[in-house]
């Protein structure tokens, strides 16, 4: 059986003494969780906003190319020229 090695005292952690323990058990302050609101953010508002932006303008652009130029996908028949 191979020989166990005795650990070296340079790289253990030195103990705590009571004063320490004591010092670090009076720092620790409560700290309140407060929920997030289940509503919508900023965040959710962009991408919405953003996303009925595109929609409206793909719209618009197909409409404008079916009034005037008879071509399109929706808007093809409403040539008004």
């Known amino acids: 059986m191979a ?3 005795s650990r ?3 790289g253990s952690k030195p103990a705590k003494s009571r ?3 004591k010092k670090a058990e009076e720092a620790v302050e ?3 969780v407060v929920e997030e609101s289940k509503g919508l953010g900023i965040d959710d508002g962009v991408v919405l906003g953003t996303t009925l932006l595109l929609v409206a303008a793909f ?3 197909d409409y404008l190319l079916g ?3 008879a071509k399109g996908l929706f808007f093809a028949g409403k ?3």
């Open 3 to 5: 020989r166990s090695r």
């Open 30 to 32: 409560e700290v309140e």
């Open 59 to 61: 719209f618009i652009t």
């Open 19 to 21: 004063r320490s323990a």
């Open 79 to 81: 040539f008004g020229g």
């Open 67 to 69: 009034v005037d130029y």
């Open 8 to 10: 070296s005292k340079r």
